[in-house]
């Protein structure tokens, strides 16, 4: 069984893909829904939540758990890998969607934290549009510059939007916010804009249409859910040791830290399938 943690529901987003990336693998997913949103709180409580809810899945059976949600992995993940991880669970492993991103920006792999001798690309701008936390976190251009230091980096935060989207706020009321929040960024960046994007953050595939209205054309949109499917698919095939067939047979558990049910709705929007959750306790 794999694990999948995200602050709510957002991370169904990412969930939806690897079900149909990897249709044979067992999951089961928790939503801290007791506590979320994530994308305002402080750093040290993110990462307290994040930890005791990686450990409820270790709980559950699962040996590998991937942080589906974006400001969990920019706030948490490299403290609990070098802190906690090794001394209390070193036979387990925590990923974040974070790191799929940093390769599929920077061309070099998560364990690489020099840029490569032959790595003198043309600089390149990236815009990261996310939470307020993830972007103050600065997680996005310290790892992009670790490895890249050629890619210019411009974060946008977008504060209200999460609320916005589960509000299920009107169309053409989403799409003045993104395009205020596309305006902020490209005023931002050298050149006027940027080379390519990510949507850092869960919620934010729901809107992907209203940013690519929003944005000039020809800029890439680098598809987050289908970039951590492809990255988690290529590391089980590295760590069958990791693999989530548990001879159960493929299967998709919902937990929350909330009241079962009170997401239900919500959640099916984010995963585009009936959602059924159960209480973890
Ligand atoms: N899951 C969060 C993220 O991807 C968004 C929701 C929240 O703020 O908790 O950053």
Known sequence: MIGVFDSGHGGLTVLRTLVRRLPRQAFVYLG???????GGREPDTI????????????????R?????CNTASAVALRRLQQEWLPGAYPDRRVLGVLVPMVEAITAVPWRVKTPPANGDGAPTVVGIFATRRTVD????????GLRA???RVVQQPCPALV????????????????????????ARCPGGRPDSVV?????????ADAFAAALPSGIAVLDQPRIVADSLADYLRRHPEFDGRDGTGPAVRFLTTGPAG?????????????VEFAAIG
């Open 47 to 62: 990462y307290r939540l994040t930890v005791a809810n990686v450990e409820r899945l270790f709980l559950q059976g699962c």
């Open 163 to 186: 609320a916005r989207i589960e509000e299920n706020a009107p169309p053409d009321a989403l799409a003045a916010m993104i395009a205020g929040h596309v305006a902020d960024l490209l």
């Open 64 to 68: 590998l758990v991937l942080l589906a």
């Open 149 to 151: 230091p050629r890619v």
């Open 262 to 274: 009170a997401s239900n709705g919500l959640a099916t929007r984010f995963f585009s399938r009936p």
């Open 32 to 38: 801290d829904h007791a506590n979320a949103p994530y």
């Open 199 to 207: 949507l850092g953050c869960t919620h934010y595939p729901l809107v």
């Open 137 to 144: 976190s600065g997680a996005y251009p310290l790892e992009i």
